[in-house]
């Protein structure tokens, strides 16, 4: 990417907004700041998004080991001193339609030429009764960041796929047994994958279950499930003093409620893009985990970052178009 200088703005205006401070974010910051173009980044929550729950970080090229809020760290390090700009706050409304776009956020309004959606995916919850109570205190959806938090106890996961069948394995590392509940009568995942966990000998695989309610008072120690074939409710309470872990693996929903009015979303909620990261909408782009695709990790969601970021420069130069609009 050429370094020009095609930055008219100042103040609350920009020439791009990148809306979402994780790896496809902070990426497409770097390569957009370094190329002497005014960037504002707005995060709601924690830079580095769902990576920077992760205690570590193996599979990134030329990094050994890091966790996960560490390489974001970095990132943002870097695409701060390109001169890249970052906001603490939520992104409520898009105004897309004329030249100048505006985005709408609980610090006031910010506009720009261009807009890049980087907002993610956060973890599908399931519905039992104190999911959301005891978030946090209990109940968790990484076992990377959370596992070591149960050492010893009894551990429930929630959920029957790859996912689930892999960090229940991993999860025997700290706990004294894992239960796994499965709604269907057995895991989606490959089986070569399913019946490690299966016979693994710290690990009950129950299906045909569904978990109903989770409460406690210093963390959880009462859960009931239920076999939806024959009907049969299971209550466990643990000895006094004692408490148990929930973990839920059952997805990812896009935080994609930002562009449902300018452009597709794919059944499932995702952001439908070109592969030049383009959106339907002139000037909106999406990256990382909010789009349709394949694979979601730290690299594919950098990488889309950097492409998007190459798109946009050639959007705010005004050159033509060389790639194909996004399609359902």
């Known amino acids: 990417m050429q370094e020009k200088n095609h930055s008219v703005f100042s103040g ?5 907004i990148i809306i979402g401070g994780g790896p496809a974010g902070l990426s497409a910051a770097i390569y957009l700041a370094r190329a002497k173009l005014h960037v504002l980044v707005i995060e709601k929550g924690t830079l580095g998004g769902q990576i920077a729950l992760t205690s570590e970080v193996k599979n990134y090229p030329g990094v050994d080991n890091i966790s996960g809020a560490a390489l974001a760290e970095t990132m943002r390090r870097q695409a701060e001193s390109f001169g890249a700009e970052f906001l603490s706050a939520e992104a409520s409304q898009l105004h897309l339609d004329t030249d100048i776009k505006t985005v709408h956020t609980t610090s006031g309004d910010y506009h720009c030429r261009a807009v890049l959606l980087a907002t993610g995916a956060r973890p599908r919850t399931v519905g039992f009764l104190g999911e959301t ?9 990484c076992a990377t960041c959370d596992g070591q938090f149960f ?3 009894e551990l429930f996961v929630v959920g029957g796929s790859y996912s689930a069948a892999e960090e229940s394995v ?3 590392r700290f706990a004294r047994h894992v239960t796994v509940l499965i709604r269907r009568d057995d895991f989606t995942c490959a089986e070569s994958v399913a019946e490690r966990t299966k016979n693994h000998e710290k690990i009950t695989v129950l299906p045909h279950t569904v978990l109903d309610e989770v409460s406690g008072e210093n963390g959880l120690q009462y859960i009931r499930y ?10 466990h309470r643990t000895e006094k003093g004692d408490s148990f872990g929930v973990f ?11 562009a449902q009015d300018h452009t597709t979303l794919d059944e499932k909620g995702y952001i439908i893009v070109s592969d030049a990261q383009e959106t ?3 000037g909106l782009f999406a990256a ?7 694979l979601r990790q730290v690299i594919t969601a950098a990488a889309d970052g950097a492409v998007a970021a190459a798109e946009m420069e050639t959007y705010l130069s005004g050159s033509e178009r060389k790639n194909t609009p996004a399609r359902p």
């Open 280 to 282: 339907e909408q002139a």
């Open 170 to 172: 991993f999860l025997t």
């Open 248 to 258: 839920v693996f059952a997805g990812y929903m896009p935080d994609s409620a930002l």
């Open 133 to 141: 109570e005891y978030t946090g205190r209990g109940v968790s959806y």
């Open 151 to 153: 050492k010893g106890k």
């Open 288 to 294: 990382g985990d909010v789009c349709r695709k394949r």
């Open 12 to 16: 609350t205006q920009y020439d791009a």
């Open 226 to 235: 239920h076999n939806t074939l024959t009907g049969l409710v299971t209550e």
